[in-house]
């Protein structure tokens, strides 16, 4: 069964930045989706779309069909419910979307007052329950969000993401602000709910290796287009895109190691939103880059069983093999 399916969305933020360009993907019940891609790739623009988060003067089309349900269609109160019970988000920083003067406790206990009718005692039942589900001691429920670790609040916000019993939890970069054996527990944490729960996850990260571990299928953003999906095993072992393979550091190393292509040495940021190169917005990076990239863009295109690449050498070939001895012979080191 399908659980989320984009489809053509697109994003432009007031000034001019199209910071989600056309993106399509399709999760079903209880699949995990990794969305991978540097700073400005517009990853957290789409977490904010699928639940209709984004500010008013965004300007957004394309569909987020969630059990069937268009999210950017729906009422806002329906949306409102959607949110809780339908899909519900985790972002990165849990100490800015707690509330600084109210004990975690009853934080958790408001939506499920809220959308679940639930009487004080069953939410106060269900919030222990929670937190003894996050690792949590159930007596954390009366401590404010100062009085909690780093990766205490961000169990607490994942505590609140599954108050309502969503399908889908949404987890923008959740790790990022915590210390690495922390992000490890909680991610270990996210992993194990979602799969006994049975949820579906978008989890969105920089890091592809970390995507790898937790998630099905890996979606590649670059400049608000998705240029590489597939199963997360072979996208992070053996990306078909250029942009795909510097990420997870799969780049065959080209002449001397100081000019070595991966996620740290690819050379540049990711271009402006508001002011996207002509061609594919990858080729000024590119190190594998032929002349009509420059001029023409390319689509994502099937690139092998349950995979797609918006890379030129994919769609000539259709070989992914042919594409990785091309990367290999035609390399050129990258400008700096
Ligand atoms: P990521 O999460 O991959 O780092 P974002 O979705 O946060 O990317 O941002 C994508 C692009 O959209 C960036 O260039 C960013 O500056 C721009 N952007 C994000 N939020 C806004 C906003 N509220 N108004 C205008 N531009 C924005
Ligand atoms: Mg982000």
């Known amino acids: 069964m399908t659980l989320l399916q984009v489809r053509d969305l697109t994003v432009t933020y007031d000034g001019g930045a199209r910071a989600v360009r056309g993106v399509d993907l399709t999760l079903a019940a209880g699949q995990k989706l ?30 987020v069909l969630l059990g ?51 009487t004080r005692e069953g939410a106060r039942r269900k919030v ?20 909690l670790s780093g990766g205490q609040r ?30 490890a527990q909680i991610l270990g944490l996210i992993s194990r709910l979602v799969a006994e729960q049975d949820l579906g996850l978008v989890m969105i990260s ?23 999906e597939g199963p997360a095993a072979q996208v992070y072992a053996d990306a078909l895109h250029p942009y795909g393979k510097a990420l997870s550091g799969s780049f065959p190393t080209i002449g001397d190691p100081a000019s070595r292509f991966a996620p740290r040495g690819l050379p540049g ?11 594919c917005t990858f080729h000024p990076r590119c190190p594998v880059a032929l002349d009509v990239c ?17 890379c030129v050498r994919v769609g000539r070939t259709g070989a992914a093999e042919d594409v990785r001895a091309r990367v290999r012979g035609q390399g050129r080191e990258p400008e700096h």
Request: proline content about 7%.
């Open 68 to 118: 069937g349900e268009d999210v950017l269609t729906m009422k806002w109160g329906r949306v409102r419910a959607v949110r809780w019970a339908g899909a519900s988000i985790v972002f990165q920083g849990a100490m800015h979307s707690l509330n600084a003067v109210h004990r975690v406790g009853d934080q958790i206990a408001e939506p499920i007052l809220l959308h679940k009718r639930a």
């Open 269 to 279: 940021d990711p271009p402006d939103p508001a002011a996207l190169p002509p061609g």
């Open 206 to 228: 920089h890091d592809l290796a970390v995507l790898a571990d937790t998630c099905d299928r890996l979606a590649v953003m670059y400049a608000g287009r998705v240029v590489e």
């Open 294 to 310: 420059a001029r023409d863009d390319q689509e994502l295109r099937p690139a092998g069983a349950g995979r797609r690449a918006a």
């Open 34 to 63: 990794g969305v991978a891609g540097e700073s400005g790739c517009g990853k957290s623009t789409l977490a904010l779309a699928l639940l209709r988060l984004l500010p008013a003067s965004a300007k957004v089309t394309g569909e």
């Open 154 to 183: 961000q169990r607490v916000m994942i505590a609140m993401a599954l108050a309502c019993d969503p399908e889908l939890i949404v987890a923008d970069e959740p790790t990022t602000a915590l210390d690495v054996m922390i992000q």
């Open 128 to 147: 222990a329950e929670l937190l003894e589900h996050v690792g949590l001691p159930a007596a954390r429920a009366a401590s404010y969000p100062h009085e």
